[in-house]
């Protein structure tokens, strides 16, 4: 019923900016839950910052406040995550996330989400 294709990753130098975005195909789009995660090899799954479709309410992630910023195009039934100031340590697969209801202090947790997208990758060189 739903699926998410993400895109956008590449390899940029560290200070640099990337929008990554995902496209949302499915049932009622705005009643969904969207998230961003990204995972490094060797490194545990981190949620980096998560949307609510109806109300566009975002919450981030600590290490990334400040420097990411999601948003949401309803009309292209698209979420994007920008990112500014890159460093080394933001290079990892980063996945799209959606569920039907997250409550809001689970937003950053992957467990809580049903659907997922085959990530795209960001590599941040120094």
């Known amino acids: 019923q739903v699926h998410l294709v993400e895109s956008g990753g590449r390899s940029v130098q560290a200070g640099g900016s990337l929008r990554l975005s995902c496209v949302v195909y499915?049932?009622?789009?705005?009643?969904?839950?969207l998230a961003w995660f990204r995972q490094a090899p060797g490194k545990e799954r981190e949620g980096v910052a998560g949307i609510f479709g109806f109300g566009g309410t975002t919450d981030y992630a600590d290490s990334v406040k400040g420097r990411f910023t999601m948003s949401r195009d309803n009309a292209k039934n698209t979420v994007y995550l920008q990112m500014n100031s890159l460093k080394p340590e933001d290079s990892a697969m980063y996945y799209c996330a959606a569920d039907d209801f997250v409550e809001r202090r689970l937003v950053l947790r992957g467990d809580e989400y049903k659907y997922w997208g085959q990530g795209t990758q960001v590599t941040v060189s120094s």
């Open positions: 499915g049932y009622s789009y705005s009643s969904y839950c």
